[in-house]
């Protein structure tokens, strides 16, 4: 059975492209008001537009959640603007890769800061809400999904630091997990595989086309596969927590 997310509120980092942008339309398509949460504000208005044309709601936030004080006061706007907050979708991260002999320090910062320290915070400033969401809430039952990574299950050479950022975001969502399930808010874990977005355009240029050789042999997923997995995951009965979900393009080996 799946259930409808009306009434109920739902805020994802980086929803201005890839697997956030079509998470929020299909939150939003499934009844949820999105708070839609990124630095590219120029993006977020535009998928605002698109939501609202198909009958949804949508706020716009623009914020780095790599700046601590940006990560909380996106989630305090969302719950002071929008009544309250259901759902989490912590999918704003960064793949910067490349052996670690020789590696820019600046990019495994940039990396460390958004895809750990950045879901850290925004995790820590939902959980009140998420808690009391799934106290009093009509469906008495909320969500924190953590978008992680195959790379976060097999470490690679050539991916060491985006492997220790993900492996990390496994690691907090388990334990997160164990300590808030037991009052009804469901921390699940999301790993793509390869994935056509705009992930790999931020790498350094020798980095890129080494990575664009690499994915022409395979047929990727769409933003939208992952985004249904996460659809599939908080529409779930309150009974029904889906811990875990990896999902490869068909092709993907490894
Ligand atoms: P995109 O590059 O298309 O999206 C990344 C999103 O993160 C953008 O919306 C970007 O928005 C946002 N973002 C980056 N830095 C920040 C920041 N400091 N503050 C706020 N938002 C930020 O890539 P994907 O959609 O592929 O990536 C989404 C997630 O999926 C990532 O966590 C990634 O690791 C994971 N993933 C992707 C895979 C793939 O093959 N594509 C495979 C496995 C996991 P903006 O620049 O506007 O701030």
Do not use: C
Request: charged residues 25%; without cysteine; aromatic residues 2%.
């Amino acid at each position: 059975m799946t259930e409808t997310l009306d009434g109920t509120v739902a805020l994802v980092t980086g929803a201005s492209s890839g697997i956030g942008a079509a998470t929020a339309s299909a939150l939003a398509a499934r009844g949820a008001t999105v708070a839609l949460v990124a630095r590219r504000r120029d993006r977020l208005d535009a998928l605002a537009a698109s939501i609202r044309e198909r009958g949804g709601e949508a706020l716009v936030i623009e914020a780095d959640v790599a700046e601590q004080r940006q990560a909380v006061d996106a989630v305090e706007r969302t719950v002071a603007e929008l009544g309250r907050l259901d759902t989490l979708i912590n999918n704003a991260g960064a793949m910067l890769i490349g052996p670690v002999e020789g590696a820019p320090l600046e990019e495994w910062r940039r990396m460390v800061d958004i895809n750990l320290l950045g879901l850290l915070s925004v995790s820590h400033a939902a959980l009140p809400h998420l808690l009391h969401a799934a106290e009093g809430g009509s469906r008495r039952v909320a969500d924190l999904v953590n978008v992680s990574s195959t790379a976060g299950r097999f470490a690679r050479g050539g991916t060491a630091v985006y492997n220790a950022t993900k492996h990390a975001v496994n690691g907090f969502s388990e334990a997160l997990r164990q300590e808030v399930t037991g009052r009804h808010v469901r921390v699940s874990l999301v790993e793509p595989g390869i994935t056509v977005t705009e992930l790999t355009s931020h790498n350094r240029e020798e980095i890129q086309s080494s990575i664009q050789g690499q994915l022409a042999s395979i047929e990727g997923l769409h933003a939208e596969d992952i985004a249904e997995a996460i659809g599939y995951i908080v529409t779930r009965p309150r009974r029904v927590a889906i811990n875990e979900i990896l999902v490869r393009p068909t092709e993907q080996e490894r």
